[in-house]
């Protein structure tokens, strides 16, 4: 898989990266970073020296810091699904294509 990138964060997996909570429409969620250490089909699990928090996807944007030190700011809502949902569409367009 190609290296994280703008252009491919939806694709690739979240856990391990830093995270940062820039926009909700929930108060409660706006500024809560940390390191993602779940995901699910609708939420992304952040732990911080505070705590673990659990921030649902629909509602927030995101800004995830990459491993280059640059970072990617992102709807929630572009990354609803199942962690495992985009390595099935891509494989499963990597197979038609073959064809």
């Known amino acids: 898989m190609n290296p994280l990138s703008y252009n491919n964060i939806a694709r690739h997996e979240l856990i391990g990266l830093d995270v940062i909570v820039i926009n909700s429409c929930h108060s409660g969620y706006l500024g809560i970073s940390g390191q993602v250490i779940d ?26 810091i990459l491993p280059d030190d640059s970072f990617v700011e992102i709807n929630g809502k572009k990354i609803v699904g199942r962690p495992i949902e985009p390595i099935k569409k891509a494989f499963t367009a990597n197979n038609k294509k073959r064809r």
């Open 39 to 64: 995901e699910t089909r609708n939420t992304i699990l952040i732990a911080n020296s505070v705590g673990v928090k659990r921030v649902p996807k629909s509602v927030a944007k995101f800004r995830f």
